[in-house]
C-alpha cells in the first residue's frame, strides 16, 4: 500500500479530481470555473470581477494534504492520524485574509456551501455542524494542521492564477473561519445568488471540463422557431393566434390539433419543456432539434442524468446536471425541477436558471396525485420568479382545469384557447370495442395482417409488453414488428423511435408494434389499429392519439378500430378504480364522440384532491423558509414520490462507460426504479464512483429482441 508522507505531498502536483475523473489539476479547474462564470455573471447582473474571485478561491482548499492525499489514492500515512472531518471549502475561507473585508460576505456565500448546507447535512459536514460538535478547536485542527506547509502551494498557486498574495498566520486563518461560522449561524430565511451562481459555474466546469468553451458561445440565447408549418384549415388550432398580451396559456385540443406548435409560438424567451414521462423527451427533444437553428443549444435532461463523485470525507456527492444554465431550450420532467419546492441541492442555480423564461407544461393531467401535487406548487414559484407558464392537454378534468387557472391568475393573466364543437367534431376517427375474450384478438390481428393493417398494442407495464411481443412474433414470425419501452438504453431507444417513425408509421403494413405508455406523449405517428389494455380515460385518450391520427379532407376520413381489454385483476401502475371506471364508460362498437370526451372525463374525475405536500414545501405565501446556505442533503423528491432514480447499464457495455464522458455515459444507460431492483439488488453488482452509479445488469441474451429483463415486475413506465 502507497504511504503517504510530507515530502510526497510537496512532490505531487496538486489535484482538484482523481484519475477516475481525469487527473484534471486544481490549476486548470479553477482556471475553468472562472472562465465558466464570467457569462454567468453577468446575465445574472452580478460583479464579475467579485464572481471570479469566487471562482479561483472557491476550490484552493484543495491544497490540503487530506485532500491531496484522497485524489492521490493514498491510503495511510501524513494526515491520516486525524479523525475529524475535512471539507475543502473550509479550508479554502482561511484565505479570507487576502481579501477586503466588504467583499468577505459574497464570497462567502459562493464557498462555504457550495458542496454542503452549513447546517442539517445528513452526515453533519457543514461548518455550523462541525463547529457545534467539534468546537472551535476541532474545527481548526481538521482544517487548518500543518497550515504553514500548505498554505504556501495554496498561496503559490493563488499568485500564478493573478492574485495579488501575501503569507496568512495561522491566527489570521482561524479568525477568518470564525467569521465565517458567526455570519452563517445569523442568518434569517433566504436564498443565496452567490451559492447558485457558484455553483452552476463549479458544475459546468466539472462536467464539461474541454466542451466547456463552445457550450458557453451559446449562453443564454433566445430560441428562434423558424420550420414551423403554415396556418392549415385541417389544423384548427393553426388558424388561432398566438398573440395576446397575457403572460400565461391553457389550450386544451384533442392529440394532434397542433398544440406544440401553438405553445411553442407563445413563448418570448428561452423555454424550458415539461413533459410527464422522461420515456417521452427523446422524440420532443428530436422535434425541437429540427425546428431550430443549427447552433441552438437544446438540452435533453434524464431524471438519471447525474455525475456522482466521493468526496474526501468519501461521502458521496450527486451533481445534478439540471443546474446546466443558460440553455435556450430545455426538455426535460418536472421532477428536475422539482429542487425549487423542496429547497434541495442545486435549487438557487435551478431558480436562477429558470427565472423569467417560458415554461411549457405537456399534459399535466397525467400526473399521479403526489406528482400532480408537486407539479401544482412548481408553477406557483415559477410565477413568482416571473415566468410565462403555458399549458396544452387533451383531456384535462374540469376540476383541474379551474384550479390551475385560479393559480394563474384566472382569465386576465391567462390566454384560454380551445376548439368550438364543429371542430371537435371533425376529431371523430375511433371506433371502440370493448373485448373481454381475449383469444379473439388472435383472429382480429390476423384479419388485420391479411388487409395490410399496422397494428399497434399497447401494455400498462414492461414485462406484459415484453410476453405480448414474444408471444406474437412466434404467433406472426414473418411481419414486422417491433418492441418499443423504456428499458432499452437510451441510444437504443432513439434509434427505435426513429425507426417507428422511419420504417413503421411512414410505411405501408401489415406490421406491429408492442409498446408502452411511451406512445402516449410526443411520438407523432399514426397506426390503423389499436389494441390496448385498460388504463384511466385520460391515458387511454392519449393512446388513441396514435391511430388514424394524419388529418384529411372530410370526404376522405374514416373511423379506425380500438379494442380496449378488459381490466385484469391487478391494474398496475393504475388505481383499479379509475381503470374500471374508464372502461365502463367507454362505448362499445360504437364511435366516441370527441365532443362528448371532456363529459366522460369530467365523470371519471369528478373532482381532484390535490394532495398537501406541505411538510415537504420551503415556500409558503411567496416566501421561502429555510435560512440562507442551507439546503436539504437528503433525497426528499425519491422519499415523497419514489420515482425512477436508478440507471443500469449492460455488462458488455462495462469497460465504455467507465471510459466515457458524461454524455457519452447518459445514451449507455437504461432507466429503472430504485423499487424494480429492490429485490435483485443484492445479487447484482452497482459501479461505484463512476457517472450515476449503474447497476451492472448480467446475463441478458435476448436483450437485443425485448429489452432489459427483471426478475420482478416494474411499473415504470
Request: proline share 5%.
Amino acid at each position: 500500500m502507497k504511504r503517504w508522507s510530507i515530502e510526497t505531498y510537496q512532490e505531487l502536483e496538486l489535484l482538484a479530481k482523481s484519475e477516475v475523473y481525469g487527473s484534471v489539476t486544481l490549476k486548470q479547474h479553477l482556471t475553468d470555473v472562472a472562465e465558466a462564470i464570467i457569462p454567468l455573471a453577468k446575465h445574472f447582473v452580478k460583479d464579475v470581477e467579485l464572481s471570479k474571485k469566487g471562482a479561483l478561491l472557491h476550490d484552493i482548499g484543495k491544497a490540503h494534504p487530506v485532500y491531496q492525499a484522497f485524489v492521490h489514492d493514498y491510503k495511510e500515512g501524513f494526515g491520516f492520524s486525524q479523525s475529524l472531518p475535512n471539507r475543502h471549502e473550509i479550508s479554502s475561507l482561511a484565505f479570507l485574509p487576502l481579501f477586503p473585508k466588504n467583499e468577505w460576505e459574497p464570497l462567502t456565500e459562493m464557498i462555504v456551501a457550495h458542496h454542503k448546507s452549513v447546517e442539517g447535512d445528513h452526515r453533519k459536514r457543514g461548518i455550523i455542524d462541525i463547529l457545534n460538535q467539534q468546537g472551535p478547536a476541532g474545527l481548526f485542527e481538521s482544517h487548518l494542521e500543518d497550515w504553514e506547509i500548505w498554505a504556501e502551494r495554496a498561496l503559490k498557486l493563488l499568485n500564478e492564477l493573478g492574485f495579488e498574495t501575501r503569507a496568512i498566520s495561522e491566527k489570521e486563518a482561524e479568525e477568518a473561519i470564525e467569521w465565517v461560522y458567526e455570519y452563517c449561524e445569523e442568518l434569517g430565511d433566504g436564498w443565496s445568488e452567490w451559492k447558485g451562481l457558484l455553483m452552476a459555474s463549479d458544475h459546468m466546469a466539472s462536467a464539461l471540463g474541454k466542451e466547456l468553451k463552445p457550450y458557453l458561445k451559446h449562453f443564454f440565447k433566445t430560441p428562434e422557431y423558424v420550420d414551423m408549418h403554415p396556418p392549415n384549415e385541417l389544423f384548427p388550432l393553426s388558424m388561432k393566434s398566438t398573440e395576446d398580451k397575457r403572460p400565461h396559456t391553457l389550450v386544451v385540443a384533442p392529440t394532434g390539433a397542433g398544440k406544440t406548435e401553438f405553445l411553442l409560438n407563445r413563448c418570448k424567451g428561452r423555454t424550458f419543456y415539461m413533459l410527464p414521462f422522461q420515456a417521452s423527451i427523446n422524440a420532443m427533444f428530436k422535434r425541437i432539434k429540427e425546428i431550430v437553428p443549427k447552433e441552438t443549444d437544446v438540452r435533453l435532461l434524464h431524471a438519471a442524468s447525474r455525475l456522482v463523485a466521493k468526496d474526501e470525507n468519501n461521502s458521496k456527492q450527486e451533481v445534478q446536471l439540471q443546474p446546466f444554465v443558460g440553455s435556450s431550450v430545455k426538455v426535460l420532467t418536472p421532477h428536475q425541477t422539482s429542487s425549487i419546492i423542496f429547497g434541495t441541492m442545486g435549487f438557487e442555480a435551478t431558480l436562477m436558471d429558470v427565472r423569467g423564461c417560458d415554461v411549457i407544461l405537456d399534459e399535466i393531467h397525467t400526473y399521479q396525485a403526489e406528482s400532480q401535487a408537486m407539479v401544482m406548487e412548481i408553477v406557483k414559484v415559477l410565477i413568482e420568479q416571473n415566468c410565462r407558464i403555458h399549458v396544452g392537454t387533451a383531456t384535462m378534468p374540469t376540476a383541474l382545469y379551474d384550479k390551475l387557472l385560479e393559480i394563474l391568475g384566472g382569465a386576465d393573466t391567462t390566454y384560454e384557447v380551445s376548439l368550438t364543437d364543429n371542430e371537435l367534431a371533425t376529431y371523430d376517427r375511433h371506433i371502440i370495442h370493448k373485448n373481454e375474450n381475449i383469444d379473439e384478438l388472435f383472429d382480429i390481428i390476423k384479419t388485420a395482417f391479411e388487409e395490410t393493417e399496422k397494428v399497434l398494442i399497447v401494455c400498462n407495464i414492461v414485462a406484459d409488453s415484453q410476453e405480448t411481443y414474444r408471444m406474437l412474433k412466434s404467433m406472426f414470425p414473418d411481419i414486422p414488428s417491433m418492441l418499443i419501452h423504456s428499458r432499452f438504453r437510451r441510444k437504443d431507444r432513439r434509434e427505435r423511435e426513429e425507426q417507428l417513425k422511419n420504417d413503421f408509421d411512414g410505411q405501408e403494413g401489415p406490421c406491429f408494434v408492442v409498446s408502452t405508455q411511451v406512445v402516449e406523449v410526443s411520438l407523432d405517428i399514426s397506426f390503423d389499429r389499436m389494441i390496448t389494455q385498460a388504463a384511466p380515460l385520460d391515458a387511454l385518450i392519449q393512446r388513441f392519439g396514435r391511430i388514424n391520427r394524419k388529418r384529411k379532407k372530410p370526404e376522405n376520413r374514416t373511423l379506425r378500430p380500438i379494442h380496449v381489454l378488459q381490466p385484469k385483476e391487478h391494474t398496475l401502475p393504475y388505481r383499479k378504480e379509475t381503470v374500471e371506471k374508464s372502461f365502463e364508460l367507454l362505448p362499445d362498437k360504437e364511435p366516441l364522440s370527441t365532443i362528448e370526451i371532456q363529459s366522460l372525463i369530467d365523470q371519471v374525475y369528478p373532482e381532484i384532491d390535490i394532495q398537501k405536500i406541505s411538510g415537504y414545501l420551503k415556500w409558503n405565501d411567496d416566501q421561502f423558509q429555510m435560512k440562507k446556505l442551507r439546503h436539504i442533503s437528503e433525497p426528499v423528491l425519491m422519499k415523497y414520490l419514489e420515482i425512477d432514480s436508478a440507471s443500469a447499464i449492460l455488462e458488455q457495455d462495462l469497460e465504455t462507460y467507465k471510459e466515457a464522458n458524461w454524455e457519452e455515459r447518459q445514451w449507455l444507460e437504461i432507466p429503472v426504479n430504485e423499487k424494480s431492483m429492490y429485490r435483485i439488488r443484492e445479487r447484482v453488482q452497482r459501479l461505484e464512483r463512476v457517472g450515476s452509479e449503474p447497476y451492472v445488469m448480467t446475463e441478458q441474451y435476448d436483450y437485443e429482441k425485448v429489452g432489459l429483463e427483471l426478475k420482478e415486475p416494474s411499473n415504470f413506465i
